[in-house]
């Protein structure tokens, strides 16, 4: 088993970073998100996601799909797919 994953306050501003750049969902949906404040927005639909709901699913990774927090976060496809991007793990989980 993997050490735990970061924080919230430690994963955050990867994905500010990251923000614009192409990410792919378990299928292989690509899409992009912008962050304004404490909410993701993704490209691909009118969901946003809260930070908090970001920290929920951080908290549990690695996971092997978003049907494992779908009842956990708004948005799972697209949470999963940012937490499970390398440039995000950078190996940490």
């Known amino acids: 088993m993997s050490a ?10 990867r994905l500010k970073a990251l923000a614009g750049e192409q990410f792919e ?10 962050i304004s404040g404490d909410v993701l927005i993704p490209s691909r639909t009118d969901h946003n996601i809260s930070k908090g709901d970001v920290a929920k699913a ?3 990774v690695p996971f092997d799909g978003p049907g494992q927090i779908n009842e956990t976060v708004r ?11 390398k440039r995000v793990r950078l190996g940490e989980w």
């Open 4 to 13: 735990p994953a970061p924080s919230i306050d430690v994963v955050w501003p």
């Open 25 to 34: 969902t378990k299928t292989g949906l690509a899409f992009t998100y912008s």
């Open 75 to 85: 948005g799972p496809a697209y949470v999963w797919a940012v937490l499970h991007d």
């Open 58 to 60: 951080l908290a549990l």
